[in-house]
């Protein structure tokens, strides 16, 4: 009797456990289809600075280019150049509804050039859900990180050897809510008690990370072109 108590509790955890990675993962396909991992976020700035007439500072035109690279819908798609801290310098477009068919958002902006280390790239749009509408948001520095990289034609050539050419490389964040985040915001807005620690107290209810980008090699995707 024993030995079938013990069988019918592992086939319920079993079934229990399908049932939470099929939720996991249906969760995950969810904000996939709406998230920033599916936007392509395109910063080219002008190769060299200008001096308009009658100006004393250097300006640089910026070209930002937002487009969908798979399925999605973003509601009120906006962007902004920023300083760290979100403090919005200047509006780069007003909101949209950008869609995986519709065309991509190209705007020209002219900066300041000493300005261009400390601003960002922020597009932001609205998520929706069962509570309703969430901010989600991708940003980027327009200051470029440069890596260089060595310049081989032939097959045989040595890496070491060839010549190395500056590559711009933007590295995109994006904003993480933290789990349960809507727990935290209801008990931040308690009243302060003694017996409720933080109660009343706003706190971050997400932060920046690096944007996960899946990569695979040769041996991983057989018979794909590379």
């Known amino acids: 009797m024993g030995w ?7 086939i319920a955890v079993a079934v229990l456990a399908v049932v939470v990675c099929a939720l996991w993962l249906r969760i995950d396909i969810d904000d996939a289809m709406g ?12 190769p060299h600075p200008i001096f308009p007439p009658g100006a004393t ?19 009120d798609l906006e962007g902004s150049l920023t ?4 403090t919005i310098v200047a509006d780069l477009w007003p909101g949209q509804t950008l869609t995986a068919t519709g065309q991509p958002i190209t705007v020209t902006r002219r900066v300041d050039d000493a300005q261009i280390a400390a601003l960002f790239v922020v597009i932001t749009w609205k998520q929706p859900t069962r509570t309703g509408p969430r901010p989600q948001a991708l940003r980027a520095p327009l200051n470029p990180i440069i890596d260089y990289q060595p310049l081989t034609t032939a097959i045989d050539a040595r890496p070491e ?7 711009r490389q933007y590295p995109i964040d994006e904003f993480y809510w933290h789990p349960a985040h809507h727990l935290r915001s209801r008990y931040q807005q308690l009243s302060p008690r003694w017996w409720l620690p933080g109660a009343g107290v706003s706190k971050p209810l997400g932060a ?3 944007r996960p ?5 040769n041996t991983q995707t057989p018979g794909l072109p590379h």
């Not at 500072?57 to 509601?75: K, N, S």
């Not at 980008?213 to 090699?217: G, R, V």
Request: no cysteine.
């Open 35 to 46: 998230s920033g991992r599916n936007l392509e976020l395109i910063i080219d700035p002008a």
């Open 83 to 86: 300083q760290y801290d979100g």
């Open 213 to 217: 980008q899946a990569t695979y090699n």
């Open 57 to 75: 500072e250097a300006v640089r035109d910026i070209t930002v280019a937002v487009t969908a690279l798979g399925p999605g819908l973003w509601f």
């Open 208 to 210: 920046w990370r690096p």
């Open 161 to 167: 050897a060839a010549p190395a050419i500056p590559i």
């Open 4 to 10: 079938i108590l013990l069988i019918v509790m592992a």
